[in-house]
């Protein structure tokens, strides 16, 4: 598993990134954890430009500083998964959200790439100075919360949010 690296979306990416959306679209999925959006934009420079805005919390759409990150496998470049790094908490993320969404395109599933994907955006929290980070997920996302889990987060919430129905919060320390 450490065949993987994160990369900020970019114009060169184009061309994966949209067969990585297409197959999300092709399985029936209405969305992309961790990638801001993405399936909802069948322009790609439309929705890099989304995911630049997000890097200053002024013109963030979600109010805090966010980077999104793809997550290449070295061995043949592919794209399997996004992740999308929040650097702060405002109190909509608080309630759902967190700091942290992602998500690995559906032929790469149950490989352990989303635990080694989690673990490379822990790092870059740490380089920001983030202490503590949260992860919510549906109640029947096992593979999301396993994820998490593997990674060192605690469950800290379990119940009924009226928007997301049934979710977990779980905190990671990072210090």
């Not at 990150?69 to 790094?85: A, C, E, H, P, W």
């Amino acid at each position: 598993m450490t065949d993987l690296y994160l990369k900020k979306p970019s114009r060169e990416l184009e061309t994966d990134a949209m067969k990585y959306r297409s197959e999300y679209l092709e399985h029936g999925e209405t969305h992309i954890n961790g990638s801001f959006g993405f399936i909802h934009f069948d322009n790609y420079i439309k929705w890099l430009e989304k995911v630049m805005s997000a890097h200053k919390k002024e013109t963030s759409p979600i109010g805090v500083p966010a980077t999104t990150y793809f997550t290449v496998r070295k061995s043949d470049n592919k794209i399997i998964g996004t992740i999308q790094l929040r650097h702060d908490l405002n109190d909509d993320l608080l309630k759902r959200g967190g700091n942290i969404g992602y998500g690995i395109r559906p032929s790469e599933r149950g490989k352990g790439y989303g635990t080694k994907q989690l673990s490379l955006v822990l790092e870059k929290a740490k380089e920001l100075g983030i202490s503590r980070v949260m992860i919510s997920c549906d109640k029947a996302n096992f593979a999301s919360a396993n994820v998490a889990i593997k990674n060192g987060a605690k469950l800290e919430w379990d119940g009924y949010d009226e928007e997301d129905g049934f979710i977990q919060i779980y905190w990671i320390d990072l210090v």
